[in-house]
Nanobody
Framework: QVQLVESGGGMAQAGDSLRLSCAASGGVYRSDRMAWFRQAPGKEREGVAAIYLGTGGTSIADSVKGRFTIGLNNAKNTLTLQMNSLKPEDSAMYYC???????????????????WGQGTQVTVSS
C-alpha cells in the first residue's frame, strides 16, 4: 500500500519561495500520475500541478503558471513542488496525491486520485 508524506510547508511573506516534498513509499508505477492539490478554508480542492510518471510530462494550473514547478526525484521516490513569488492567495493546505486517470478525465479532478497524503499547510502573508 502506497503512503504519501508531505513536508516543507510553513509561513512565508509575499514574494518568498517554499519547496514542498512528498515522499512516496510502496507501489508507485510508471502508469501513475502524481499531483499537488491545495484547499483553502471554504473552497474546493484545487489541482495545482501534476506529473505523469511514464513520460515525465507535467501539467500546471493557470493560477500558478510561471511561479510553481513540479518535479520528481525517481531515485528517492519524492515528488516536489517549488513555489516561487508566493502570493497571499496561495495560502492553503497542500496535498500530494497519486492516481491513474480514466479516459476523458482531467488531471485536476480530485476524484481521479486514490491515494492522498495528510497535507502540509502553507500560509503567505502580505
Amino acid at each position: 500500500q502506497v503512503q504519501l508524506v508531505e513536508s516543507g510547508g510553513g509561513m512565508a511573506q509575499a514574494g518568498d519561495s517554499l519547496r514542498l516534498s512528498c515522499a512516496a513509499s510502496g507501489g508507485v508505477y510508471r502508469s501513475d500520475r502524481m499531483a499537488w492539490f491545495r484547499q483553502a478554508p471554504g473552497k474546493e480542492r484545487e489541482g495545482v500541478a501534476a506529473i505523469y510518471l511514464g513520460t515525465g510530462g507535467t501539467s500546471i494550473a493557470d493560477s500558478v503558471k510561471g511561479r510553481f514547478t513540479i518535479g520528481l526525484n525517481n531515485a528517492k521516490n519524492t515528488l516536489t513542488l517549488q513555489m516561487n513569488s508566493l502570493k497571499p492567495e496561495d495560502s492553503a493546505m497542500y496535498y500530494c496525491a497519486k492516481g491513474r486517470l480514466r479516459p476523458g478525465s482531467t488531471w485536476q479532478s480530485a476524484a481521479e486520485y486514490d491515494t492522498w497524503g495528510q497535507g502540509t499547510q502553507v500560509t503567505v502573508s502580505s
